[in-house]
């Protein structure tokens, strides 16, 4: 048995979400009118959005975790990310954690939280 995990968060402006997450190497995959939004990157991360007008972008606390199997993947994409600049947003460093992950993350222009990690020295 398997599972996918997606998360779905609020966004007041598809096309102000959409053109943030393409900087980052997200590509639109389907939107269904003014009500829903899916985006997705090659790293097999994808995002839902749906419609909301009233984001309040000081309580907005919607959030999620995405975990690759190593530093190293991780580290990758906070790269990536990095290089490619992203305006509008706030890309926070890596740390590594004392829980045996390398942490990172991600606010969305409208504060939706993507907090991105791997295992350190995941073979032992």
């Known amino acids: 048995?398997?599972?996918?995990t997606i998360p779905i968060f609020p966004s007041p402006?598809?096309?102000?979400?959409e053109g943030f997450y393409t900087q980052l190497g997200f590509h639109e995959v389907a939107r269904f009118g003014g009500e829903y939004l899916i985006i997705q990157h090659p790293?097999?991360?994808?995002?839902?959005?749906?419609?909301d007008?009233?984001?309040?972008?000081?309580?907005?606390?919607?959030?999620a975790y995405v975990r690759f199997g190593s530093?190293?993947?991780?580290?990758?994409?906070y790269n990536q990310w990095w290089a490619a600049g992203p305006?509008?947003?706030?890309?926070r460093a890596p740390?590594?954690?004392?829980?045996?992950l390398l942490?990172?993350?991600?606010?969305?222009?409208?504060r939706n939280l993507l907090r991105v990690g791997g295992f350190i020295n995941p073979s032992g």
């Open 13 to 17: 402006d598809f096309d102000e979400t």
């Open 43 to 51: 790293a097999n991360i994808e995002l839902h959005f749906f419609h």
């Open 1 to 4: 048995m398997s599972a996918v």
């Open 87 to 91: 305006e509008g947003g706030d890309l």
């Open 71 to 77: 530093d190293f993947e991780a580290e990758s994409l």
């Open 103 to 110: 942490e990172f993350a991600l606010l969305d222009p409208h």
């Open 53 to 63: 007008a009233h984001v309040d972008l000081a309580k907005n606390d919607h959030g």
């Open 95 to 100: 740390a590594t954690t004392d829980y045996g």
